[in-house]
């Protein structure tokens, strides 16, 4: 079981390192959201800390669904997928293997870029370990509930339309969460963020069970 | 029946209201080819997705060992099989192809049958290329070498020549009556007639949906076989 699901994630790991197509598209659009923001919203003359956790997000949330969109049309090639469901073993497998890789590049793009966004939008930097502790639980939710609608967009043709407007009706809880919980976290009143956060991790735990045992029966062609 | 090897029982399978295969039965025993011939549309695609558990059947049963294939669990870590598509990626050298695919099957000593496989097909040279640079024959080679990779028991191949030029086909074919030799399973999609003739045991011709014809490769000869193909399908082979 998490032998099959390790091997999808080297293998994805492998070629994304060669394409470089997710980390890219994700890391390009997110940048250019917070570059758009500081200027829409003028960081000089406007304190945005108020604002900041929803911009940060926002911007997060869409670039991540760029990623998403792309994660399994590699299978889809050359119905590399029919291999997989081929292979021995339970093809939640091929769940698990496709969302551990999904947060390791979202969660990634948001190390390098959370110091970009603070720096973009004049907010000075606070939160610490709460606040990497919200990037890796919210990223957990989006990435699950991402990867599941992904597979389940997959065999429909207008898969790229299809994702966002499955996928956005469902990360409600998870932006709120997100939001809360950051803004908890950078006021440094670790009560709130620990409580949002809590919320964040029963939310995680659904997007993961539930894929989990409904992916058995999704990959039927 | 000896209960070894795989049968299919009364195989129908209704995509709406089009029935695509009807009734269909066969029986595959160890160390034994079947080919199946057909004209497009027949069905043979279909019957082999449903044999390999990628679809399921709106009636009728699966049996490998003696035993009924349900979601196919037992059947799959027994199966090897080349369809359409080759199930590469492109992005991935010929060998991490081979390595994942190992992986997922847990292949013992995995780097060592790897290198052997790659020899195997023709393949060492271009190790270490990426698939993407591949021409389509060279995919093939490495396709069939990934159905074969863990010693599978069962072999499903849908139109394996496809893409292969003359010293690919002779390879095919050996790999073929190897793979019978050691007790091999093989069921055999094509439209290569006198190259599969020779190498198959048994033919079963599928038309609409339904087996309507059959007999021994050994048994008859190229013109009994375009008359026989003729009555089945209605038209002549090629
Ligand atoms: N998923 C599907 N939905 C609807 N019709 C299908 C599907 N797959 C195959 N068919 C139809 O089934 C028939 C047989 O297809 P196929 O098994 O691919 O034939 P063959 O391999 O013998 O050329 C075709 O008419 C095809 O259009
Ligand atoms: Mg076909």
């Known amino acids: 079981m998490l032998a099959k699901s390790m091997a999808i994630v080297w293998k994805d790991v492998v070629v994304e390192f060669r394409a470089k197509e997710i980390l890219a598209a994700v890391l390009i659009f997110a940048a250019l959201v917070a570059l758009i923001f500081g200027f829409a919203f003028d960081p000089v003359e406007h304190d945005l800390t108020g604002i900041f956790p929803g911009l940060m997000w926002v911007a997060y949330f869409f670039a991540g669904t760029l990623g998403l969109n792309r994660s399994f049309i590699t299978e889809k090639q050359n119905d590399a997928l029919q291999g997989l469901v081929l292979a021995p073993g339970d093809r939640s497998a091929i769940f698990l293997g496709k969302f551990l890789a999904n947060w390791l590049f979202m969660t990634l793009v948001e190390l390098i870029l959370t110091p970009v966004f603070f720096a973009l939008l004049n907010v000075s930097f606070k939160g610490g370990l709460l606040l990497a502790a919200v990037l890796a639980l919210a990223t957990v939710g989006f990435t699950a509930a991402g990867t599941f609608l992904s597979g389940l967009a997959a065999n429909t043709r207008a898969s790229e339309v299809l994702l966002p407007i499955l996928l956005f009706p469902l990360l409600v809880p998870v932006v709120i969460g997100a939001v809360r919980a950051t803004a908890g976290a950078m006021a440094g009143d670790a009560a709130t963020a620990v409580a949002w956060l809590r919320a964040l991790a029963a939310y995680d735990a659904v997007f993961v069970v539930v894929p989990f045992l409904v992916f058995e029966y999704l990959l039927e062609g | ?50 044999l390999a558990c990628l679809t399921r059947p709106s009636a009728g049963e699966i049996l490998w060992e003696g035993r009924p294939v349900k979601d196919g669990a037992s059947l799959r870590a027994a199966m090897g099989m080349v369809g359409h598509g080759t199930f590469l990626y492109d992005l991935l050298t010929a060998e991490e192809n081979l390595l994942f695919y190992g992986r997922l099957y847990r292949v013992g000593d995995l780097r060592r049958r790897v290198s052997e496989i790659l020899e195997r097909v023709g393949l060492g040279f271009a190790a270490r290329d990426p698939v993407a640079t591949f021409s389509r024959g060279m995919k093939q080679r490495l396709t069939i070498g ?12 849908d139109e394996p020549f496809t893409g292969l030029d003359q010293a690919g086909r002779s390879l095919l074919i050996d790999l073929l009556r190897e793979f019978r030799g050691g007790g091999g399973a093989c069921l055999l999609i094509s439209h290569d007639f006198a190259e599969t ?35 089945a399908v209605g038209q002549p082979p090629d």
Not at chain 2, 25 to 42: K, M, R
């Open chain 2, 1 to 50: 029946m000896s209960g070894a090897g795989l049968a299919a029982r009364g195989i129908a399978k209704r995509f709406g209201y089009r029935e695509i295969l009807r009734d269909v039965s066969l029986e595959l025993e160890p160390g034994q080819i079947c080919a199946i011939f057909g004209p497009n549309g027949a069905g043979k695609s279909t019957l082999l997705k449903v």
């Open chain 2, 146 to 157: 990934r159905a074969l990779l863990h010693r599978p028991r069962l072999l499903l191949m």
């Open chain 2, 197 to 231: 003739l020779d190498v198959a045991d048994r033919f079963l011709i599928l038309n609409r949906g339904r087996i309507a014809g059959a007999g021994d490769c050994g048994a008859v000869g190229p013109a009994d076989f375009a008359r026989l193909y003729e009555d």
